[in-house]
């Protein structure tokens, strides 16, 4: 079975850092790009990041989200991570990754076929 598993989400003050990891496993997901979308209680799942693996590695961030996270990928560990600093109370959410084919700016929840289950960021004032 196709899989996405995050990790390394958690609780942390305003101020500090975070780094989410995202494997893909098993009958792996077509990974192409890969991104991280966000959802907040009581808000629609959000684009949060995307790096596509070939075609120069393209990234793409949320413009709420530009200098403080950083989004990389390990070919060789099918594993792609997103480093959060100087978080925010606002970035609360449960954090996805999600996966698919293709190296194009893919920035939709509904662009995109292969999720993992979240992980819970929480961020503290």
């Known amino acids: 079975q196709a899989q996405l598993v995050e990790s390394g989400g958690g609780l942390v003050q305003a101020g500090g850092s975070l780094r989410l990891s995202c494997a893909a496993s098993?009958?792996?997901?077509?990974?192409?790009?890969m991104g991280w979308f966000r959802q907040a209680p009581g808000k629609e799942r959000e684009f949060v990041a995307a790096?596509?693996?070939?075609?120069?590695?393209?990234?793409y961030y949320a413009e709420s989200v530009k200098g403080r996270f950083t989004i990389s990928r390990d070919n060789a560990k099918s594993t792609v991570y997103l480093q959060m600093n100087n978080l925010k109370p606002e970035d609360t959410a449960v954090y996805y990754c999600?996966?698919?084919?293709?190296?194009?700016?893919?920035?939709?929840?509904?662009?995109?076929?292969?999720w993992g289950q979240g992980t819970q960021v929480t961020v503290s004032s």
């Open positions: 790096i596509s693996w070939g075609g120069g590695g393209n990234i």
């Open positions: 999600a996966a698919r084919r293709g190296n194009q700016r893919w920035v939709k929840v509904d662009e995109y076929d292969c």
């Open positions: 098993g009958r792996s997901c077509t990974t192409n790009t």
